[in-house]
């Protein structure tokens, strides 16, 4: 599938990877979409991957290149610090998505968010901003005051790894303010997997066991279950009420 450019709000075109569904008797289209923000690896072919495998469940995903703007090197440190502050280029670029999706002929208007590490942090925080009508939180790093956060929020589906030293608690924290915030939602800690399990880079680098030993690595047997998981859940909230109004602008 190929890549395209979207309208930025400041004018500019934004690079993102589209991947389409292939149209069936059942799925004519048009489709839900979802956006899918990469990890600080960037928009590479592991994100396409993840944006195929929904395209193939019947969800046009779009993802956007957050470091369009400078690549990698010049981007990552100051999109994590938008991600900090909770505002930014890197907001906006995402919602640019966002519009673009719903404005398509070939989508129903209803759009969810899928996200992994970097991006399941900007995941987590969008479900909370009415905009989105599902997130799917993949090892974000979870905020203190993430009750206020969810104040309001779609559903939220959210998977990380009990072998993730970097997040350790941030499953049960997410479930507590879900909870708290009576937001619907399924959040799932697999005991063996790692940081980035749902991520094939993380197989294939050649850093794969300097990842491991920092606590990152793909594990298939929890990845196909989270996947599973994601696509239930986007069904019902995606597929299932397509018939409804979509989320305000």
């Known amino acids: 599938m190929p890549m395209t450019t979207i309208a930025a709000t400041d004018g500019t075109r934004l690079p993102a990877y589209v991947s389409l569904p292939v149209p069936t008797s059942d799925r004519p289209g048009p489709w839900p979409a979802v956006v899918v923000v990469h990890d600080a ?62 404005e398509r002929d070939d989508t129903t208007g209803r759009t969810g968010v899928i996200g992994y590490c970097m991006g399941g942090g900007f995941a987590l925080l969008l479900a909370g901003r009415a905009t989105f009508d599902v997130a799917s939180v993949n090892y ?29 608690g941030a499953a049960a924290a997410l479930t507590r303010g879900l909870e708290a915030a009576g937001v619907e939602h399924d959040v799932e800690e697999y005991p063996r997997a790692r940081h980035g399990f749902l991520n094939r880079l993380a197989a294939a680098s050649p850093l794969t066991p300097l990842m491991r030993a920092a606590g990152v690595g793909y594990d298939a047997d929890a990845a ?14 995606l597929r299932a009420g397509a018939a409804t109004a979509p989320a305000q602008d």
């Open 140 to 168: 974000g790093q979870v905020p203190d005051d993430v009750e206020a956060v969810l104040a309001g929020a779609c559903p939220v589906i959210g998977s990380f790894g009990g072998r993730d030293t970097s997040l350790r």
């Open 224 to 237: 196909e279950d989270a996947k599973r998981r994601i696509l239930t859940f986007f069904d019902t909230h």
């Open 41 to 102: 690896f960037g928009l590479g072919d592991d994100v396409r991957q993840q944006a195929d495998w929904l395209a193939a469940a019947g969800y046009l995903a779009l993802a956007p290149d957050l470091f369009s703007r400078g690549g990698a090197r010049r981007c990552l440190r100051g999109v994590f610090r938008q991600l900090a502050a909770r505002e930014g280029v890197a907001f906006d670029e995402i919602e640019a998505a966002r519009r673009h999706l719903q």
